[in-house]
């Protein structure tokens, strides 16, 4: 590596030393203050021109938002119209009374694994967080879950939304890399359900299990009523639907939630079985975009849950507009980090990983792994991992035979998955949503998708040694 390189690696640790400190510090920084004062240092440490800074800067804010942003306002909105009907808290008590204490992780991480194919990491785990809230709120009003049941819950939902994300084909992430390293798609796909199943067992119930009891986790109880409603106080314990509730039926509740996820769901389809010139797949590709189907699901709740409730068009109005309200923090966080990302990307530290990186001499999963791990951290996306490892091992592909290129599909896939830490968004989504410490959603947000990531690997390296 040339002294560029290294300069670059060393100016990446400390911006991550530097913004640690800055939140963690006395001084208390808004994680987004500190966001954008680091993003400023490390573009003028690495040489970035000053005029193109501001740029950077607005590009990554702008950008993020525009993907994640309008998004989660859409799924705060949605979530408040099924929490407001009671059509959350009804889902909630039809969970609780068919399942018990143990086995709630595991229709939790099922409800995730159906949700988290057609949709990325963020967008499905703001889809189930009215869930994930009314369901601990329960259990933790009956004491029935030792330790936070926030974390018992969030835990399965984070390890098979992220599984998902990185490891499995027909998600975008791994759909660039079998098309890239030219992959059997049923292979790839086989290969990645036998490793995601034993991945989201091990980094959801059993890790969320042991991890649970550990912290002590309480998400802004504001924040937890916009989504979930608000509770009962008559002392039974339960959080009790809302008079306009009384007239929405289980079924309307669940189509809402749907509606999205099945719209994302047939724009993958649409794009695998269909002609590009087709036009039923130019309107799915429409109806299918994350912020079309949310909409959609959103227009829906509003006419099936909204007006068929009690509630006056300006009180559901006024109940939106507060909704919108609990996620503006989080908001302003995302697009920090998007800012952080875009000048990683703008001051060439991705390619300085990259570059260290491509010269190791190792076995080729271990290599695309550790590519992709490495070039996720430093840029804080999975697809940018997926899509650069994707690229620089192409060439030692296509030897391989249609096996081993699914399976080096996944280990790309899983790397991506790993060190999601505080450029990445989605671990400042799981961290203002339930209202951790940046020490709790390390240990609980960064730890999952690390379990994650090195299971994926293990397993396709276990499958490459057996097969």
């Known amino acids: 590596m ?120 963020e967008i499905g785990l703001i889809v189930l967080l009215p869930l994930i809230f009314s369901v601990a709120r329960r259990l933790q009003d009956t004491h029935q879950v030792k330790g936070s049941p926030y974390v018992f819950l969030a835990t399965p939902a984070i390890a098979a939304l992220s599984t998902l994300h990185g490891m499995v084909a027909p998600h975008p992430g791994p759909l660039v890399a079998v098309e890239g390293l030219h992959a059997n798609l049923g292979i790839t796909i086989v290969v990645g359900l036998i490793c995601a199943i034993p991945t989201i067992i091990i980094a959801g119930p059993v890790y969320g299990r042991w991890i649970a009891p550990r912290l002590d986790v309480h998400p802004d109880p504001e924040l937890v009523a916009k989504f979930a409603g608000p509770g009962r106080t008559d002392g039974t314990g339960a959080t009790g639907s809302p008079v306009p509730g009384n007239k929405v039926r289980t079924g309307w509740a669940l189509t809402a939630v749907l509606v999205p996820v099945v719209l994302m769901l047939l724009r993958t389809l649409a794009e695998l079985v269909c002609d590009e010139s087709s036009p039923v797949r130019h309107v799915l590709t429409f109806t299918g975009e994350p912020v079309i189907a949310m909409l959609a699901g959103f227009v829906f709740a509003l006419f099936a849950l909204g007006y068929r409730s009690d509630m006056t068009p300006d009180a559901i109005r006024s109940s939106l507009t507060d909704s919108l309200k609990a996620v503006a923090g989080i908001l302003l966080i995302i697009a920090g980090g998007g800012a952080f990302n875009q000048v990683l990307e703008d001051s060439g530290i991705g390619k300085a990983v990259e570059s260290a990186a491509s010269g190791m001499h190792m076995n080729v999963l271990v290599l695309g792994w550790l590519l992709a791990l490495l070039l996720s951290f430093s840029t804080g996306s999975a697809t940018v991992g997926i899509v650069a490892a994707t690229g620089i091992l192409a060439p030692l592909a296509a030897s391989g035979s249609s096996l081993h290129t699914a399976l080096l599909v996944v280990a790309i896939g899983a790397g991506s998955i790993g060190l999601n830490y505080v450029n990445h968004a989605g671990f400042w989504l799981v961290k203002e949503s339930f209202g951790m410490t940046l020490g709790q959603a390390t240990k609980s947000h960064t730890a999952i998708q690390t379990i994650v990531s090195v299971c994926g690997l293990l397993m396709a390296l276990l499958i490459s040694v057996v097969a």
């Open 2 to 121: 040339t002294g560029h390189t290294w300069t670059l690696l060393i100016i990446l640790a400390a911006a991550i030393a530097v913004l640690i400190l800055l939140i963690n510090s006395r001084l208390r920084f808004h994680p987004f203050v500190a966001l954008m004062t680091v993003s400023i240092g490390v573009a003028l440490a690495a040489g970035q021109p000053v005029e193109k800074i501001p740029e950077s800067l607005e590009s990554g804010a702008g950008g993020i938002l525009g993907n994640v942003g309008v998004t989660l306002a859409f799924g705060a909105m949605l979530g408040r119209l099924l929490s407001g009907s009671g059509a959350t808290d009804r889902i909630a008590r039809l969970i609780v009374d068919r399942s018990g204490e143990r086995s709630l992780p595991w229709y939790m991480a099922g409800a995730a694994f159906i949700i988290g194919i057609p949709m990325f990491f």
